[in-house]
C-alpha cells in the first residue's frame, strides 16, 4: 500500500481515505473541496493494491464484469490501524463506493472512528445489510450519500442499491447514531470528488 498524505500534521483531526488507482487524478480536487470548509485536518490517502479484494469484508460472486468479491478487508484494515498512533486524536473514516461500504464495515469492527463518511457505498453488496441489523456500528456520526439515478440499472443487485441505503439510514437512525442521507444529482461516476469533501464536511461538523 502508498500512503498520500495531506493538510495539517498538526491537526486533531485525521482522515483516512482508501484510494484506488481511479482516484489518483482525482484526489488533489477533492482535497482542494476539502479546504473550502476552512477546517483543519490531515489526510491519509491509502491506496489499495486489489480494489475488489483489499476492501470486501467477505468473499462474494462478479455482480458486474467477471471479476469476483475477496475477503481482504481484514488485512487492509490491520495495515490502517497502524495510522492510529495518537489517541488524543480524532479519526475518521469515509470511502467511495466499495471504500465507502469498507468504511462501514470498519466501524462494526472497532470504536476508534469519530466518524464514518460513506458516499455512494456500494451497500448493496451481498449480506452486508443483514450484517448491519445483527451488529452495532460502534462511531458517532455516519454521512451517507448516493446519487439519484444510481438505482436506475438493469443490473438486480445493484438497483437495490437505493432502498438498501434508506434502510441503512432509518436502522442507524433508530439505534441513535447521528446520520444523514444526502442525494446528488447523477450517476455514481458524477463529480466522486466533490462527493467524498461533501462526506468528510459533514462529519467534521462543518
Keep these: ?27 488533489d480536487n477533492e482535497v482542494h473541496a476539502i479546504n473550502e470548509y476552512t477546517i483543519d485536518y490531515y489526510l491519509f490517502a491509502v491506496k489499495v493494491d486489489d480494489w475488489n479484494n483489499d476492501l470486501s469484508p467477505w468473499e462474494a460472486p462478479a455482480v458486474f464484469g467477471n471479476k469476483g468479491f475477496g475477503s481482504g ?57 443483514d450484517y448491519m441489523r445483527k451488529n452495532d456500528l460502534r462511531t458517532e456520526r455516519v454521512y451517507l450519500s448516493l446519487g439519484d439515478n444510481e438505482a436506475k440499472t438493469r443490473n438486480a443487485v445493484m438497483s437495490t442499491v437505493a432502498d438498501r441505503i434508506q434502510e441503512a439510514n432509518e436502522l442507524l437512525n433508530r439505534r441513535g447514531i447521528i446520520t444523514t442521507l444526502e442525494w446528488n444529482k447523477g450517476n455514481h ?18
Excluded: C
Design 1 to 27: 500500500m502508498v500512503i498520500y498524505e495531506y493538510g495539517n500534521k498538526n491537526s486533531n483531526n485525521i482522515l483516512i481515505q482508501p484510494i484506488g488507482d481511479q482516484d489518483l487524478g482525482i484526489i
Design 73 to 129: 478487508a481484514s488485512d487492509t484494515l490491520g495495515e490502517i490501524m497502524k495510522l492510529i498512533t495518537d489517541q488524543s486524536k480524532d479519526y475518521y473514516i469515509g470511502g467511495y463506493s466499495l471504500a465507502g461500504l469498507f468504511s462501514l464495515w470498519t466501524a462494526h469492527q472497532t470504536d476508534v472512528f469519530k466518524g464514518v463518511a460513506a458516499a455512494s457505498p456500494s451497500i448493496w453488496f451481498p449480506g452486508f445489510l
Design 189 to 206: 461516476f458524477k463529480e466522486t470528488d466533490l462527493r467524498m469533501a461533501k462526506g468528510f464536511g459533514w462529519i467534521l461538523g462543518a
